[in-house]
């Protein structure tokens, strides 16, 4: 069956030290891949987005993550972090068949920034 | 401004009561989606449709109603046989092709 999973529920981390959100999927393919983020309350915003090519990609806010198809994984990363990035981050894949756009998301990793 | 809106952003309802919750779209998508949000659960799919007049069920059907007569409007019905309604509801659309799902701000649905 089709899974992701985020090992990770909760990370603290100091504003400026460098972050590395994990992510591990079970696929029978390669999926599509994205990260979102969410505020308290707020709806899911998308930070970047894996179809194909170059493995790292490049999102907003200084988000990048890795495709490693040896690992089934698209872990996120940032180099420094910013207090405004406490957040909750999902993981999220889509089949390349079938065109339904459904998508499977983990079950989230909950961000802390100490000051 | 394209975007999906949710309304209300909170609403309350007696247990029994069926509630309807609106969301709209004007990014000319063709799917759309309905997912809830429990604390510690991730995002649950509950109805999604591809296409107007046309939708299918998600992992967590029962007890949701859905309708999709405009390709705009996917309202969400949550009935009185969802045993714990009670959750912040997201609604999401996409152009229905792998591509990724933009969301609205979402419901927060409290039943007493």
């Known amino acids: 069956a089709q899974s992701v999973t985020q090992p990770d529920i909760h990370i603290t981390v100091s504003e400026g030290a460098s972050l590395e959100l994990r992510c591990n999927y079970s696929?029978?393919?390669?999926?599509?891949l994205f990260w979102y983020v969410q505020s308290p309350g707020q709806g899911l915003q998308l930070l970047l987005k894996?179809?194909?090519?170059?493995?790292l990609v490049q999102g907003i806010k200084g988000f990048e993550a890795e495709f490693k198809r040896s690992q089934s994984s698209f872990n996120l990363r940032k180099p420094s972090v910013h207090w405004s990035d406490a957040a909750e981050y999902f993981c999220?894949?889509?089949?390349?068949?079938?065109?339904?756009?459904?998508?499977?998301f983990g079950q989230g990793t909950t961000l802390q920034v100490k000051p | 401004d394209g975007g999906i809106t949710q309304s209300p952003k909170y609403l309350f309802r007696k247990e029994g009561q069926n509630v309807t919750l609106s969301c709209e779209q004007n990014?000319?998508?063709?799917?759309m989606y309905w997912y809830r949000q429990d604390p510690g659960q991730g995002l649950r799919l509950i109805y999604y449709s591809q296409i107007v007049n046309d939708f299918q069920k998600g992992d967590i059907a029962e007890g949701y109603s859905v309708s999709r007569e405009k390709k705009e409007s996917f309202p969400l019905t949550v009935t009185s046989a969802q045993k714990n309604p009670t959750a912040f509801y997201l609604c999401?659309?996409?152009?229905?092709?792998?591509?990724?799902?933009?969301f609205g701000p979402g419901t927060r649905l409290t039943v007493t």
């Open positions: 696929y029978g393919a390669t999926p599509y």
């Open positions: 990014l000319n998508h063709d799917a």
């Open positions: 999220a894949v889509g089949a390349r068949s079938g065109n339904t756009g459904k998508l499977i």
């Open positions: 894996y179809f194909s090519g170059d493995t």
């Open positions: 999401a659309s996409s152009t229905g092709t792998s591509d990724e799902q933009y």
